[in-house]
């Protein structure tokens, strides 16, 4: 059964950082895409950043600069990095892998940025 827990979320001021972390066990990185995607209150899920089996990155045009996709395959985790963090990022950030045509998220993490 594919699990996925997110955790690192939390309340910060404008300019800050948070790291987002996401267990993935069982997932092998290396066959599969995994993603990060967070959903504003009455808002769509949006996809933020991902990287491929072979660690290529891809950001959403918000974040280009500030976020930073990674992964530890020894630790079964992907990370994301948030800098300079903004008033508009306020969301729940959710962990993402799709197997066999399947959608699977975590049960996300509630990042909250405010003065």
């Known amino acids: 059964q594919v699990q996925l827990v997110e955790s690192g979320g939390g309340l910060v001021q404008p300019g800050g950082s948070l790291r987002l972390s996401c267990a993935a066990p069982?997932?092998?990185?290396?066959?599969?895409?995994m993603g990060w995607y967070r959903q504003a209150p009455g808002k769509q899920r949006d996809s933020v950043a991902s990287?491929?089996?072979?660690?290529?990155?891809e950001y959403a045009e918000s974040v280009k600069g500030r976020f930073t996709i990674s992964r530890d395959s020894g630790k079964n985790t992907v990370y994301l990095q948030m800098n300079s963090l903004k008033p508009e990022d306020t969301a729940v950030y959710y962990c993402?892998?799709?197997?066999?045509?399947?959608?699977?998220w975590g049960q996300g993490t509630q990042v909250t940025v405010s003065s």
């Open positions: 993402h892998v799709n197997l066999y045509t399947r959608d699977y």
């Open positions: 069982g997932i092998f990185f290396t066959s599969n895409v």
């Open positions: 990287i491929t089996p072979g660690a290529r990155t």
